[in-house]
């Protein structure tokens, strides 16, 4: 007989006859002649009651079963008398497929979040993070759904890299070089030897590649994992974390911020439809307030604001914040959601930022002190997306590699692509971990992913 998910069983209208399932045991309670067995296979937050009698042949054995062991179990499937539930399934036969001791450390109680991220390899089991990752799988697929049905191309970006698309230098460096001993020319290390010919690292982005394909097949987005090598422990920062990254041709700022507000109502939209039981989950136990942030962040129509502007605001408030606002500084997480939470009360698209903040690659504006780059805010996290549109004038190109310090030698690639068929361009960055965080309500990066990276953290 062929296994089916407890998802699609609870999903019937009407009982399925004779049923097979495997999945694992939350909790078992016994009764006269009888045992009755919470089973989960995880494929939904909901479990399947097993109702088994004494005239089972290993009844004994059956009652042996433990929290976290593993059981087959074929029957009828029902509808249920009890509360809560609309079928069960009466056990014809119970297979034990593993009986997990008394140590397991998932037993039916609360366990901490800190506590959990020490198990990372069990916590999937529980209700929260089977949730959680079951979420980031349907967020996956509502990703390459959007852009598929608007005719945008998959491309597979690479994950190591000469490039430093950012400018930033917190990078990881990749080498086949003997660490305690280098080759040495000069003084330093002879990168010429390595296995590339020259310095390369972890990717902090896959932007520049986007560029190149955009300017080849029109509308295309990568989504993979990108790094960064920054040293820090907040509740925002990963070393490894997924990006998802669209470039569009023929595409100004104005058409970057429409397709930008139509993705993230898109995907809100989506998760809310499809992934009800475990929303429910975290809106009742981790974000009070989650539904009505998501309902807003889906329904509204968003602000869109300069810069100066959001600066002008932020100083008239009069609240002191912990970073000065004052223009020609970035933006910090405390004034985006001021903006969004308490100001306008919905997502806000914050865009012309002075080019001094900025990458060399974001377009310069006519005022020659503004590029064309923008970041959309949304409630309970601030900026969940950052994009611009691209500078395709060669010569303004030139410009601002010279003033941010990049060698042209070193993106000789990049500029041939304003020599030849240059085109209006532009496109954003989406973190995926901070998207999850926002339709989950979850706080804290290192609880959206499925095996967290940070600083002296790289268990499992």
């Not at 790094?227 to 920062?237: I, K, L, P």
């Not at 308490?342 to 002190?369: A, L, S």
């Not at 940070?454 to 268990?459: A, D, R, V």
Request: glycine share 6%; aromatic share 10%.
């Amino acid at each position: 007989m062929k296994r089916t998910k407890i998802l699609r069983l609870l999903k019937s209208d009407s009982p399925a006859g004779r049923v097979l399932i495997k999945g694992w045991i939350r909790t078992r309670r016994d009764s006269k002649d009888f045992s009755f067995i919470e089973l989960n296979d995880g494929s939904c937050l909901k479990n399947m009651q097993i109702v088994a009698d004494s005239a089972l042949d290993n009844y004994e054995d059956v009652k042996k079963l433990t929290t976290g062991s593993a059981a087959a179990v074929s029957g009828e499937l029902i509808a249920s008398p009890g509360k809560g539930q609309k079928w069960e399934i009466r056990a014809h036969k119970i297979e034990i497929i593993s009986i997990a001791p008394e140590s397991y450390p998932l037993q039916k109680k609360r366990h901490t979040d800190e506590f959990l991220r020490t198990i990372a390899h069990l916590r999937p089991r529980t209700n929260k993070y089977g949730a959680a990752f079951r979420i980031r799988s349907e967020l996956s697929y509502a990703i390459h759904k959007f852009f598929r049905d608007r005719d945008f191309r998959y491309i597979h970006s690479p994950i190591l890299t000469g490039s430093d698309c950012e400018g930033a230098g917190e990078m990881f460096s990749v080498t086949t070089l003997d660490i305690g001993n280098p080759p040495k020319k000069e003084g330093n290390i002879d990168y010429a030897l390595d296995f590339f010919g020259r310095e390369a690292n972890l990717t902090v982005s896959g932007q520049l590649s986007a560029e190149m394909f955009a300017l080849a097949l029109g509308d295309v987005y990568t989504f993979g994992p990108t790094f960064r090598a920054e040293n820090s422990n907040t509740r925002r920062h990963a070393a490894e974390f997924w990006m998802v990254e669209p470039e569009m041709a023929f595409c100004d700022l104005t058409g970057n911020m429409d397709i930008a507000e139509e993705f993230i109502k898109y995907l809100t939209v989506y998760i809310m439809e499809e992934c009800k039981d475990d929303l429910e989950l975290f809106a009742k136990f981790v974000d009070k307030k989650l539904m009505r942030t998501l309902e807003n962040i889906a329904s509204s129509d968003y602000v869109r604001l300069p810069y100066r502007e959001a600066v002008e605001i932020l100083k008239r408030t009069g609240k002191k914040f912990e970073y000065a606002v004052d223009y020609g500084k970035d933006l910090q997480t405390e004034h985006e959601r001021y903006l969004t939470e308490h100001h306008f009360k919905k997502p806000v698209i914050v865009f012309d930022y002075p080019k001094t903040i900025k990458p060399f690659y974001m377009r310069v504006n006519d005022d020659n002190e503004t590029v064309g780059a923008m970041d959309l805010l949304v409630p309970s996290v601030g900026e969940i997306i950052g994009g611009s549109q691209r500078e395709e004038r060669l010569e303004s190109l030139r410009s601002r590699m010279k003033e941010t310090g990049l060698p042209e030698e070193d993106y000789w690639w990049y500029m041939d692509t304003r020599r030849f068929g240059t085109v209006p361009h532009s496109g954003f960055g989406l973190g995926f971990e901070r998207l999850l965080m926002l339709v989950t309500g979850i706080r804290n990066i290192r609880d959206v992913i499925p095996f967290p990276r940070t600083p002296n953290s790289i268990e499992f």
